[in-house]
T-cell receptor, first 113, second 114 residues
Framework: DQQVKQNSPSLSVQEGRISILNCDYT??????FLWYKKYPAEGPTFLIS?????DKNEDGRFTVFLNKSAKHLSLHIVPSQPGDSAVYFC????????????FGTGTQLKVEL | DAGVIQSPRHEVTEMGQEVTLRCKPI?????LFWYRQTMMRGLELLIY????????DSGMPEDRFSAKMPNASFSTLKIQPSEPRDSAVYFC????????????FGPGTRLLVL
């Protein structure tokens, strides 16, 4: 049973436009959420995170929004750049769960010129 | 720092053979994680260690999988006997502590079982 779901396996966006990657979760015990980015032949790298006490966290071109009532989060990339082309994984951590993360299946983002 | 080191980077083996994957975490990190990535299930946590002690192995698929961490700088994931459905990319990650610290991933081992 996938507790963290990324329903869009791929997304294609033009350079300069906004990329929106979505993630849904089912476990109400999750209280901390992260996005990781993965390039081919490399391991995932941390991108941005958000605690459940917030509904928005911004870091440069990257913003994560959290809607707790809908159990939904999204990652916005503005403006999108060709170097942003990668697989993006959403991950979640439960309250009191140490540092155990549950990951989604990932979304392949392609930013086209 | 060299980051998390995994070996081998690629492994091709025949069904029934034993496979051993190796990981060296970042020096000073207290937590180590083994993940498996497949298209269908994404990144699945197999097992994680804190201070060399296994904390949660509920993600280990079955008895054919075992993991050890004999010291703070080395861990192995063993599959015996291997099966074609074990083909995946296996990642090792480490983090400084047990809280909200970021996990740092190695480059992965791509395993193909024929």
């Amino acid at each position: 049973d996938q507790q963290v779901k990324q329903n869009s396996p791929s997304l294609s966006v033009q350079e300069g436009r906004i990329s929106i990657l979505n993630c849904d979760y089912t476990n109400s015990m999750f209280d901390y959420f992260l996005w990781y980015k993965k390039y081919p032949a490399e391991g995932p790298t941390f991108l941005i995170s958000i605690s459940s006490i917030k509904d928005k966290n911004e870091d440069g071109r990257f913003t994560v929004f959290l809607n707790k009532s809908a159990k939904h989060l999204s990652l916005h990339i503005v403006p999108s750049q060709p170097g942003d082309s990668a697989v993006y994984f959403c991950a979640a951590k439960p309250t009191g769960g140490g540092n155990k993360l549950t990951f989604g299946t990932g979304t392949q983002l392609k930013v086209e010129l | 720092d060299a980051g998390v080191i995994q070996s081998p980077r690629h492994e091709v083996t025949e069904m029934g053979q034993e496979v051993t994957l190796r990981c060296k975490p970042i020096s000073g990190h207290n937590s180590l994680f083994w993940y498996r990535q497949t298209m269908m299930r994404g990144l699945e946590l197999l097992i994680y260690f804190n201070n060399n002690v296994p904390i949660d192995d509920s993600g280990m698929p079955e008895d054919r999988f075992s993991a050890k961490m004999p010291n703070a700088s080395f861990s192995t994931l063993k599959i015996q006997p291997s099966e074609p459905r074990d083909s995946a990319v296996y990642f090792c990650a480490s983090s400084p502590g047990t809280g909200l610290e970021t996990q740092y991933f190695g480059p992965g081992t791509r395993l193909l079982v024929l």
